[in-house]
């Protein structure tokens, strides 16, 4: 069943801005459709966007990142983030390990007490 924005932003006593800003963070493309006030949510999607609103640390903060060059390991790319300085290591699926040099791809941050681990979107299955 899926979950209408206006539905949703009610539901969780917030404005519609803040709920597409919060579903923009969190969410893939395959959890929504639509565009401004008409933009559904799938159950799951609409889930994750409570769970950001409850505890914001179990769900992982998606950025853009853009390949620079191959690691030592090859599940690992050294790539640049805007919001960070330098070249950051962000494991990758292993059979992408050539094709993402030079090439801007979604990437998630997971916090814990050791710091800030960067992966490929695809290793979040």
């Not at 893939?28 to 933009?39: A, F, V």
């Not at 290591?89 to 992408?96: N, W």
């Amino acid at each position: 069943m899926k979950i209408k924005c206006t539905a949703l932003a009610e539901e969780m006593g917030m404005e519609i801005e803040q709920v597409m800003a919060r579903a923009d963070r969190v969410l893939r493309s395959e959890h929504s459709k639509g565009k401004g006030k008409n933009t559904w949510f799938t159950e799951e999607g609409a889930d994750l966007i409570r769970q950001s609103e409850e505890a914001p640390l179990t769900v992982a903060k998606r950025y853009q990142a853009f390949g620079i060059k191959t690691a030592p390991n090859p599940r690992w790319l050294y790539c640049t983030i805007d919001t960070f300085s330098g070249e950051l290591p962000v494991a990758i699926p292993r059979k992408l390990q050539d094709r993402l040099v030079g090439k801007y791809f979604t990437v998630e941050a997971i916090q814990d007490i050791k710091g800030t681990t960067f992966r490929h979107e695809a290793l979040s299955h």
